[in-house]
């Protein structure tokens, strides 16, 4: 990918991820019933469950980075060179490593 264009998708996708991250205040006002006090029972459900929904797609990211770098890791030097030959940049060229 050229680099004017990943920051262009950058920009993007962090417009969505904000978007998906304001979208649960609009019915949280719906989760926090008067009828349920003290204990609130289907407030704290949802809102653990969306944390659980949450740590499981990060796990999900984690393991999909770990697997990329690890592909990179075992290319043969040839497989680098090629990859110098081919002209192919940004976090797919083969000296890119995601770090955590």
């Known amino acids: 990918m050229e ?5 262009r998708s ?10 998906v991250a304001d979208a649960p205040a609009s019915p949280s006002c719906s989760q926090y019933r008067s009828q349920d006090k003290p204990y609130y ?9 969306s944390m659980v929904w949450g740590i499981c797609w990060m796990l999900v990211y984690l393991w999909i980075v770990k697997s990329r770098n690890s592909k ?10 090629q990859q110098d030959r081919d002209g192919v ?8 490593k995601y770090v955590f």
């Open 72 to 81: 990179k890791m075992a290319m043969t030097e040839e497989e680098k060179e």
């Open 10 to 19: 950058c920009v993007s996708l962090s417009e969505y991820e904000l978007a």
């Open 41 to 49: 029972r289907l407030g704290h459900a949802v809102s653990l469950g």
């Open 3 to 7: 680099g004017s264009w990943q920051a």
């Open 89 to 96: 940049t940004g976090d797919r060229h083969w000296s890119f």
